[in-house]
């Protein structure tokens, strides 16, 4: 093959690698903006799943996408009250956003009798809870929890404030249009858009490569036809 033909097909190979590559790079990256994000858990609530300090990888969850919030889930939550502060809960007494597990969704009856959480009269079997004991620091209660709404506790009974202590306010209950997020067991998701957002870039960095070469060639053999 000639000069002519190796720029031509450096040329070709330049606009194939730089379309591909922009478009995994761009759209890997919308993907990992637009779906997930991270946090550093701040607080003791969650302990021992999470302790202060972890950085977790989170799936954001549009208002929309509510009803795919499941129990065992933990979720980020917030709620802006009127001042912009942040507030949970109906008259606005639970103050505060963080991280806690759904326990509880809607149409769910969620109760503890001291010893025991049960959801829809079956026992829960809490293997993350500190110290193995779902009673401490919490007290007794039987609530129903309504549509569109989660029950969230802390597995750190003894240190978390959470649905239990505001079971007159919408049975503790939290809108899930105040979910925002779900931590992820794997980073592998956000991981792999990471890669694949990276590797768009090289390949557009090799198509631009790949270009430039090719019109050199070309302007080689312009400027060796007029000698």
Do not use: H
């Not at 761009?26 to 990992?32: K, R, W, Y």
């Not at 969650?46 to 300090?53: A, D, F, L, S, V």
């Not at 956003?97 to 326990?103: H, K």
């Not at 769910?108 to 009673?135: C, H, I, M, Q, W």
Request: glycine share 20%; hydrophobic share 40%.
């Amino acid at each position: 093959m000639g000069r002519a033909g190796r720029g031509r097909g450096l040329r070709v190979a330049g606009w194939i690698l730089g379309v591909v590559g922009v478009a995994a790079a761009v759209g890997a990256g919308l993907v990992l903006r637009d779906g997930y994000t991270t946090a550093v858990e701040a607080g003791p609530a969650m302990e021992p799943t999470y302790t202060p300090g972890d950085r977790l990888f989170l799936e954001k969850l549009a208002e929309a996408d509510g009803g795919d919030v499941r129990r065992g889930d933990v979720v980020a939550f917030r709620m802006p009250d009127a001042e912009g502060g942040e507030v949970v809960g109906g008259s606005g007494s639970w103050v505060g956003s963080g991280l806690q597990r759904v326990v509880g969704v809607g149409g769910d009856r969620v109760a503890f009798d001291g010893t025991k959480l049960t959801v829809n009269g079956t026992p829960v079997r809490e293997s993350y809870v500190k110290g193995g004991d779902p009673g401490r620091g919490g007290e007794r209660y039987d609530v129903k929890v309504p549509p569109g709404r989660v029950f969230l506790l802390g597995d750190n009974r003894a240190n978390s404030l959470d649905s239990r202590y505001f079971t007159s306010e919408q049975s503790g209950t939290v809108s899930l249009g105040a979910v925002s997020a779900r931590v992820l067991d794997s980073a592998a998701a956000p991981v792999a858009l990471g890669v694949g957002s990276l590797t768009g870039v090289v390949l557009g960095l090799g198509g631009a490569g790949c270009l430039v070469a090719g019109y050199m060639l070309r302007g080689r053999r312009t400027e060796s036809a007029w000698r």
